[in-house]
């Protein structure tokens, strides 16, 4: 065998390594993804069951209506369906690029992801 035909198999080994690599990463990015998806389902699940909600027909029979509050749906939902958006975003935009640069943008995404969870929440718990 000669040093050309090598050069063939290295470059799969390469390549082969350096998908499973970029799966790995994906993978533990997702992950922490996930942890930020699972925060926002139990705000969507727990707000609305919260006492400022759940005495809203106490309030409109004693005649309080300026106490009724409903919860803000519209930031619940947008809460739980930042992180898998960002996340496919964020995969979309690593794809065919160095790992490195993978890594550093799997972890720009989840900052964003969590600081606009972050603020989305604070604005649903002042609500």
């Known amino acids: 065998m000669s040093a ?13 390594a350096s998908l ?13 993804y996930a ?5 926002a389902v139990t705000n969507l699940v727990s707000v609305p069951g919260e006492a400022r909600y759940a005495n809203n027909d106490f309030y409109a029979e004693n005649g309080l209506d300026g106490l009724v509050a409903s919860p803000p749906w519209a930031a619940l939902v947008a809460n739980v ?16 690029r160095r ?7 799997m972890v720009a995404g989840l900052a964003a992801s969590a600081a606009l969870s972050l603020s989305i ?5 002042s609500v």
């Open 4 to 16: 050309t035909s090598r050069q063939p198999d290295r470059a799969t080994g390469r390549r082969r």
């Open 99 to 105: 790992l490195p640069v993978v890594a550093l943008i």
């Open 20 to 32: 499973v690599l970029f799966t790995a990463i994906a993978v533990l990015f997702g992950l922490l």
């Open 35 to 39: 942890y930020d998806l699972y925060e």
């Open 121 to 125: 929440t604070a604005y649903v718990q």
């Open 81 to 96: 369906a930042l992180p898998p958006v960002t996340y496919v975003v964020a995969f979309l935009l690593a794809r065919r």
